[in-house]
């Protein structure tokens, strides 16, 4: 067994309180491009330009334009050995939670129950001048979706610009600074106040276990284990060894 995957599980065994944080590279290799890589999606949409609240205010059906191709590449999506392998930790007793930056449900169709979703979610619809919630199911093809006061709606997902749900963000600090355990897998980490997770982790003095396919901000400063590589690869393995140490 590969020394670091090893380490990796040990600490999960031993960790009465594991948090894993996670942003789009584990949803990468499902289809949905991340931010960060070149080609596709967000060459077209300069998350800059398309992703504000500012941008939405101004011209929701230009921003509309980008979320339908987004919802188009969703609803293909299934999730992957990374988001399996996070479901069946946590059915093991060895994960207690995941709060993502994704907004993609992939964790929650993998089977995970206890899901924070840090940057809201794709699946309602609400309204900026009434109000209004709306399922998304409710509006399917309609573009752009509009509210029955005649606006335009916006999915329930944080944009840049705007303030991350207060449940979301007191949770997932609450558990930052409790847990023993912490996994960072798939996030470049620049997005704030997420950013600030790991740190509070670190200070609390939990190991930080990083999953990624290149080094962050986090790995030479924060990281204690680094595990270099696909996503679904490393958390399949890590599953693997911890299955293996424990007998099973
Ligand atoms: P990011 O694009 O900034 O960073 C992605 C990270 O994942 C990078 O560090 C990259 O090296 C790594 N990565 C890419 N493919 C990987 C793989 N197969 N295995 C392991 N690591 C891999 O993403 P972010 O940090 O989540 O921040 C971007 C923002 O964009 C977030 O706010 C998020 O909400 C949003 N976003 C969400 C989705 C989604 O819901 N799936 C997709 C794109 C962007
Ligand atoms: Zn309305």
Same mark, same amino acid.
């Given at each position: ?11 999960? &065994?031993?960790?009465? &309180? ?7 590279? @584990? ?39 980008? &979320? ?47 899901? @924070? ?35 335009? &709606? ?70 204690? @284990? ?23």
């Amino acid at each position: 067994m590969d020394e670091l995957i090893d380490k990796a599980a040990r600490i999960i &065994l031993g960790s009465k &309180l594991t948090l894993a944080l996670t942003g789009a590279g @584990i949803s990468v290799e499902s289809g949905i491009p991340d931010f960060r890589s070149r080609g596709g999606l967000w060459d077209r949409f300069d998350p800059e330009e398309y992703a504000t609240i500012y941008a939405f205010r101004k011209t929701p059906e230009k921003v509309w334009q980008m &979320l339908k191709e987004m919802e188009g590449i969703v609803d293909k999506a299934r999730p992957n050995e990374a988001h399996i392998g996070l479901a069946e930790l946590e059915r093991m007793g060895l994960l207690q939670c995941i709060s993502t930056q994704n907004v993609d449900n992939l964790h929650q169709e993998a089977g995970s129950r206890d899901v @924070i979703e840090y940057h809201g979610n794709s699946r309602s619809l609400i309204c900026l001048w009434c109000n209004k919630r709306y399922d998304y199911r409710e509006k399917k093809g309609e573009y752009p979706p509009k509210c029955e006061c005649g606006k335009i &709606l916006k999915p329930d997902v944080i944009f840049f610009g705007e303030a991350i749900p207060p449940s979301a963000m007191t949770r997932s600090s609450q558990l930052a600074s409790t847990c023993q355990a912490l996994l960072i897998i798939g996030t470049s980490a620049v997005v704030y106040p997420f950013n600030v997770l790991p740190r509070q982790a670190k200070q609390a003095g939990a190991k930080i276990i990083e999953v990624n396919l290149e080094k962050t901000v986090l790995t030479d400063h924060i990281t204690d @284990i680094f595990l270099h590589g696909k996503a679904s690869e490393k958390v399949s393995q890590v599953v693997s060894a911890v299955r293996e140490l424990r007998g099973l």
